[in-house]
């Protein structure tokens, strides 16, 4: 597992600021500049999300005695995304009981060369944070439920001992939450389909009785609603955020159909798949990532029929099927589509795709044929691989590339150094405005 990290870090550090900035990162940017330079984040309800990834970048800024935004540079502000996007392929280590070692070992390295898990944390958006935060809020979840009902023939712990660790992973499920909240608005698609699928396929959950159900929920909301509040108000600066951070549903409600500035990302159901599983733009090679899809529908079934599973494995692999198949769903659903946005289904299938790996080699008769099962995957995995770093690091910059998305073009850095030069050479310097309509 330390070495899949390794890579993933690879993957996500290495030239953070080899790719110009794209217009969304720009923006975050400058509201990060405001807290930077002015001690405090003003959420607008209407663009730009939640303050998590300004706040999270504004340490990395002090480390490095930056102070203004001028001193950013590209990799001062995507290394706090490649941090978490490393984060996220270390905690599936924390499910390993859940799913079965080598389930977590397989989504580990899915998680870390897939191409656009690797593309999204080398950008300076939320969308990365979001994911992560979702991924811990699934692991206290389940961590949780196990926690009511100890699974059979586990070391027996003591009563109390239970409760201490219920309530401690219920503080952490409910922190997770708040900084789903924290991130970004679409943390409720999240929140949705982990619920229904807690329901469905948590049975330890059920039987745990009203009372202690009761108890838990007040636990999470509390410290959701805390840690949620503390993260827009800046630490209790400004209790208008906290309450704009609720109302703010209204404007993303009509985007999410499409209305408004979301006009132009309007695409049809099955935009996502494409862009994922069968790109082929110009005169680039075909882009996909269907192996994780083929692999994710192998776990799906197995979880669905409790096939090829170990018994302690198939409530977690269900809750994934429920929740990824309703992530998916609703994703596909939305009019407004970006490329990032499929980042929550797609982790969820890069789960499955781990128990789907599992499954196929267990099902080999032979050890040969097992070896050779595991060697296909791993082959599969490489060629995930040798995409994220012909995304990342050489076709960075092209059009045909799925995950560079409306990107700022080349032509900007030319433009803005000409503008130098003009501001250099005129009589005013940098304070040189644009000429009046009747004086040109």
């Given at each position: 597992?330390?070495?899949?990290?390794?890579?993933?870090?690879?993957?996500?550090?290495?030239?953070?600021?080899?790719?110009?900035?794209?217009?969304?990162?720009?923006?975050?940017?400058?509201?990060?500049?405001?807290?930077?330079?002015?001690?405090?984040?003003?959420?607008?309800?209407?663009?730009?999300?939640?303050?998590?990834?300004?706040?999270?970048?504004?340490?990395?800024?002090?480390?490095?005695?930056?102070?203004?935004?001028?001193?950013?540079?590209?990799?001062?502000?995507?290394?706090?995304p490649?941090?978490?996007?490393?984060?996220?392929?270390?905690?599936?280590?924390?499910l390993?009981?859940?799913l079965?070692?080598?389930?977590?070992?397989?989504?580990?390295?899915l998680?870390?060369?897939?191409?656009?898990?690797?593309?999204?944390?080398?950008?300076?958006?939320?969308e990365?944070?979001?994911?992560?935060?979702?991924?811990?809020?699934?692991?206290?979840?389940?961590?949780?439920?196990?926690?009511?009902?100890?699974?059979?023939?586990?070391?027996?712990?003591?009563?109390?001992?239970?409760?201490?660790?219920?309530?401690?992973?219920?503080?952490?499920?409910?922190?997770?939450?708040?900084?789903?909240?924290?991130?970004?608005?679409?943390?409720?698609?999240?929140?949705?389909?982990?619920?229904?699928?807690?329901?469905?396929?948590?049975?330890?959950?059920?039987?745990?009785?009203?009372?202690?159900?009761?108890?838990?929920?007040?636990?999470?909301?509390t410290?959701?609603?805390?840690?949620?509040?503390?993260?827009?108000?800046?630490?209790?600066?400004?209790?208008?955020?906290?309450?704009?951070?609720?109302?703010?549903?209204a404007?993303?409600?009509?985007?999410?159909?499409?209305?408004?500035?979301?006009?132009?990302?309007?695409?049809?159901?099955?935009?996502?798949?494409?862009?994922?599983?069968?790109?082929?733009?110009?005169?680039?090679?075909?882009?996909?990532?269907?192996?994780?899809?083929?692999?994710?529908?192998?776990?799906?079934?197995?979880?669905?029929?409790?096939?090829?599973l170990?018994?302690?494995w198939v409530?977690?692999?269900?809750?994934?099927?429920?929740?990824?198949?309703?992530?998916?769903?609703?994703?596909?659903?939305?009019?407004?589509?970006?490329?990032w946005?499929?980042?929550?289904?797609?982790?969820?299938?890069?789960?499955?795709?781990g128990?789907?790996?599992?499954?196929?080699?267990?099902?080999?008769?032979?050890?040969?044929?097992?070896?050779?099962?595991?060697?296909?995957?791993?082959?599969?995995?490489?060629?995930?691989?040798?995409?994220?770093?012909?995304?990342?690091?050489?076709?960075?910059?092209?059009?045909?590339?799925?995950?560079?998305?409306?990107?700022?073009?080349?032509?900007?850095?030319?433009?803005?150094?000409?503008?130098?030069?003009?501001?250099?050479?005129?009589?005013?310097?940098?304070?040189?405005?644009?000429?009046?309509?009747?004086?040109?």
């Open positions: 597992m330390a070495a899949i990290v390794v890579v993933g870090a690879t993957f996500r550090l290495t030239d953070l600021d080899n790719r110009l900035v794209h217009c969304d990162e720009a923006n975050q940017a400058v509201k990060f500049g405001i807290l930077l330079e002015g001690g405090r984040y003003d959420y607008d309800p209407r663009e730009h999300h939640g303050p998590s990834l300004s706040l999270f970048t504004l340490p990395i800024a002090r480390l490095n005695a930056v102070d203004k935004l001028t001193e950013l540079t590209e990799t001062h502000l995507r290394l706090a490649a941090v978490f996007g490393i984060v996220l392929i270390g905690f599936v280590w924390l390993r009981d859940a079965g070692m080598a389930a977590a070992l397989w989504a580990g390295l998680t870390a060369v897939s191409p656009a898990m690797v593309f999204y944390s080398r950008y300076y958006i939320q990365m944070l979001l994911v992560c935060f979702t991924f811990a809020a699934i692991v206290a979840l389940g961590r949780c439920a196990k926690h009511f009902a100890p699974v059979e023939n586990e070391q027996p712990t003591s009563p109390r001992r239970s409760r201490i660790q219920r309530a401690c992973w219920a503080v952490l499920l409910g922190l997770s939450v708040g900084l789903m909240h924290s991130a970004k608005e679409t943390c409720v698609i999240a929140l949705f389909a982990m619920a229904v699928a807690a329901v469905i396929a948590l049975p330890d959950l059920r039987r745990a009785g009203f009372r202690r159900l009761l108890l838990f929920g007040l636990i999470v909301a410290t959701a609603a805390a840690s949620s509040a503390l993260m827009f108000s800046g630490f209790l600066a400004d209790a208008e955020d906290v309450r704009e951070s609720y109302t703010t549903y404007t993303y409600f009509d985007r999410a159909g499409g209305e408004g500035s979301a006009g132009p990302h309007d695409y049809p159901w099955h935009h996502y798949f494409q862009r994922l599983f069968w790109w082929n733009r110009g005169q680039s090679h075909v882009w996909t990532e269907a192996s994780i899809a083929a692999l994710a529908l192998v776990g799906l079934v197995a979880g669905a029929w409790g096939k090829g170990m018994p302690a409530p977690m692999t269900r809750f994934l099927c429920i929740y990824t198949v309703l992530m998916t769903a609703i994703y596909c659903a939305i009019p407004y589509k970006t490329p946005c499929a980042l929550g289904f797609l982790h969820g299938m890069i789960l499955l795709g128990v789907g790996a599992t499954v196929l080699i267990r099902a080999m008769p032979h050890w040969t044929a097992r070896a050779a099962m595991g060697l296909l995957i791993l082959a599969a995995a490489g060629h995930l691989g040798w995409q994220a770093h012909r995304a990342g690091f050489v076709e960075y910059r092209e059009p045909d590339n799925p995950y560079f998305y409306a990107h700022t073009t080349a032509d900007v850095p030319r433009l803005a150094r000409r503008m130098q030069r003009i501001a250099a050479a005129h009589a005013d310097g940098r304070g040189l405005r644009q000429a009046p309509a009747a004086a040109r």
